[in-house]
């Protein structure tokens, strides 16, 4: 079963002609991201990994949501809330799968089901996290969000 099946088709119509096809992670370099994280990845996060987690120039550069990323994500986000003064329970175990240039976080409390309900904070833009739904819900709303301003800077 596919979670991103809808993303996948955005991708292959509108973004791989400007960007290219998305480059992922290895199925042992995401088996060994779950043996340092301790836990088994959510089908979803794991489907998106395999194919876009290495994409550095693709639709989400700029951001920390790669492979790479997610332990200094999650090691950065409990900061991020303390900063803004936000007083949030994170749970004992989640993962922060989205970063942008400090000042946002998106993330997901694991162990979780296949596509996780996922938690979102920016500074200025909302007082406390806000549930944004599933994590394939976020994705897609990111790419259709992000894909007009790629189209404006290759045109």
């Known amino acids: 079963m596919s979670y991103l099946s809808a993303i996948h088709e955005i991708h292959r119509n509108s973004i791989e002609p400007l960007l290219g096809a998305a480059r992922g992670c290895s199925v042992s370099e995401v088996d060994e991201l779950e043996r340092t994280l301790g836990f088994t990845l959510p089908a979803a996060y794991r489907e998106y990994l395999l194919w876009m987690g290495k994409d550095y120039d693709g639709i989400f550069r ?7 990323n997610v332990i200094e994500n999650n090691s950065w986000l409990p900061e991020l809330l303390t900063e803004n003064g936000i ?3 994170l ?6 799968f989205f970063m942008h240039q400090g000042y946002a976080a ?5 162990p979780a089901e296949p596509d996780p309900q996922c938690w979102y904070f920016a500074e200025g833009d909302t007082e406390m996290p806000v549930q944004k739904g599933s994590f394939s819900s976020v994705i897609l709303t990111q790419i259709q969000s992000l894909l007009p301003v790629i189209r404006g800077k290759l045109v």
């Open 87 to 89: 007083k949030f329970d």
């Open 62 to 68: 700029g951001s920390d949501c790669f492979i790479d």
């Open 91 to 96: 749970p004992e175990d989640y993962l922060a």
């Open 106 to 110: 998106a993330w997901f409390t694991v």
